[in-house]
């Protein structure tokens, strides 16, 4: 099948309200292109040098996710055109961001990551944390970050009662979280090839789609 083919498949089995991220990774720009050919503008990577690289090459209106573990000195080179960081994963990157946002004029839209997957190696805040984090002054002092919601990975597993019951619980933690946010709270960033259905039905309402759409890697 083709990537226009793959788009629309895919497309064709998430609602309306859920975002498709599409996730390029290692893949060529050639790849990109034709998805963007087919109506997608949306595409996400989880390198900084990568998704830099791979938008010099790109169409402008392009609006690039950055889905991977970012390290703060790193956040000074997507600033200035980021649309969403996914993977926020400690106070002091997001404090970064905020004062990048800022030297570039710009809010920057971002997602709390938490570390829902029972593995020890997956990046992101605890569930504890996120409620302590939104409550506490310097976060609520950071002026040039919108935080637009939360983002999970669920456990590599075959067994779908426990990526369900992830996805669940982000989903409930996204709930409680968003009754002391201000508007805009709104995306719960989960699903991947392999279990995007199972979160579309636990309340997703942003998947990240790469093997699935592009191939594997
Ligand atoms: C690679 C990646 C994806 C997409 O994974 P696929 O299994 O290829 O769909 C989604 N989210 C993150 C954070 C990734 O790194």
Redesign the pocket.
Known sequence: MSIAENIHKIKSKIPENVTL?A?T?TKPVELIKEAYKAGHKIF?E?KVQEMMDKKDLLPGDIQWHL??HLQSNKVKFIAPFVSLI??IDSLKLLKEVDKQAEKNKRIIKVLLQVHIAKEETKFGFSMEEIAELVQSEEFKSLKHIKVAGLMG?ATFTENEAIVRSEFSSLKALFEQIKALMPEGFKEVSMG???D?KIAIEEGSTMV??????FG??
């Open positions: 991220v996730v990774k996400g989880n889905i991977g996914h993977s990975m991947m090839s392999g995007y990240r789609v790469g093997s699935a759409l594997s890697r």
